[in-house]
């Protein structure tokens, strides 16, 4: 197109890749090095120790505390949020009046941020100016949940044994409309043809959406399951907004991303807590290859 | 829909008249059956995701006397008053500024950085042009975690930690993968006739990306904008490492700072206007760009 076609590429290309190579690049790399230091950051020396720190972390009982956590919130929080969201989107086209209306409600909590829904539910779950916990006297829910061992109605955020199920609900709270839209586009993708041939050879409603809708979303629940489960392994934002540091429900509640802040931000060990990270992230790796190839079909071209 | 499947099923009422109506009348009320229950649980989820802003949005009215007699009583008299308190004592206004001040400018270079980086990815070629762009694409995979510690200590060195320069610069470029991504695709898509004939009419390659490519790529750049935007918004770890002075807090570092101070001092009302300020404003917005909010947001997640 020019005759030095350089001369256009260059400027172009320059600020984005500068930004990007010293911003984001530099630091992945960087990491990947301070995990085999001992390094605590006031000097510039950085004692190498191989892998002396990814030693120390296995045998470091908080960080099995804290990866626990991850797994039981992977093991729930993706099954129950995707299962609601396209129970949800198939409910609502199911061609009913206002799903206009719910279509932009359950889309509501996506919008607003992390740490406002975190504040908010905090305060739900409050035990004396929270809601939920005189919902549930009303409710006549005590008897209930003493036959679960409680003592009565559960302090939710203060208890060991319901901080993480609270934070877990709100975070399926949080996430259902998204999914829901997500799978809304795709299914209105889906040509029409399809459900009326289906009609033809006598599929009901539940035929329709097991042998049309649910194949031609494959696509997009792999999509889901890949997100899904790799904000089950982060969690930092709800779990750092929701927790107070340090409180009787600290540990229960920590995960990987809290606990490798905490060792970096506040016990200043940044070779220890970058060991951590590298693993964090090699997990969520594995983690996103596996989903795809678990859940990897032939997928229906239309 | 129960019409209909009965019409293309094409089964044929068997006896007479008298048994049509009667299988008629049977399928509507399945029909109704049916529909009671999708709005029985569509109802359901409805009230379970707006109930807990309703009782904030109530909450913030109240005095914190009132909040501590009972969850579910409305105020008695609406209490601007903790608004105001919100706004300054709170400094929830000193936030939000904070805050405009860095997106808008991380924003702006966001879209014009990406927009020339995919310009020249889509419509240039060049030894080394995938290996860009998928270097791009490759910093999608890493969890912003890992690079914490040395962005710490890099901006540190830079003498960029704890200001707004410099989370500006770090916005940018965390927001660089996916923009660039999204714009280089989106520029590939556009007609070759109209770039060729600028350029015969003599355009130089700035005057050419300003004036015709930018504005033929308005959508996407609007989709980015938007994408960007509550990413940026509602951004929380990179604030909370990277400027530790409380006069220079973005909103949502703001807010969970003051959540956890509140409970101490007790303002509990003020501490309800302040979710309330935060959270209304991107609800309002929400409610008029609905469609391309939903859009914006899920486009990360669907395939290109």
Known sequence: MYKNKYRVIVPFLAPAVILYLVFVIYPYARSMYNSLTSWKGVSSHQPFVGLYNYGRMIQDELFWNALSHNLQYLLFIPLITISLSLFLAFMITQRIRGNRFFRVTFFFPQVVSVISIGVLWSYIFHPTIGVLTSLASMLGLEPFFQLLGFEGIPVWMGDPRTVRISIGGVVIWQAVGFYMVLFLAAMEAIPQTFYEAAILDGANRWHQFRHVTLPLLWDTMQTALVFAALGAFDMFAITKVMVVSGSSTGRPADVLATYLYEQAFEASRFGYATAIAVSLFLMMLALSVFTMRVTRRETVEY | MVDKQIALSGEKPAGGRGYARTRRKIEDIVGMFWRGIIYLFLGFWSIIVIFPMVWVIGSSFKTTGEIFMSPWLPPAQLMWDNFARAWTKAFIGQYLFNTLVVIIPAIFFTLLFSAMAGYVLARFQFPGNRFIFYAFLGGMLFPVMLALVPLFFLLDSMHILDSHFGLILVYIAYSLPFTVFFLTGFLKTLPNELLEAAIIDGAGPF??????????????????????????????????????????????????????????????AGLFAAIVIVMVPTLVVYVLFQNQIQRGLTVGALKG
Not at chain 2, 211 to 231: E, T
Request: no cysteine; net charge positive.
């Open chain 2, 207 to 268: 005057q050419l990306f300003f004036m015709i490519v930018i504005p033929l790529a308005k959508n996407g750049l609007v989709s980015m904008a938007i994408f960007n935007f509550l990413g940026q918004w509602n951004q929380y770890i990179l604030p909370l490492v990277l400027l530790t002075d409380s006069n220079k807090y973005v909103l949502s570092q703001g807010l969970a700072f003051l959540s956890q101070q509140q409970r101490y001092q007790n303002d509990w």
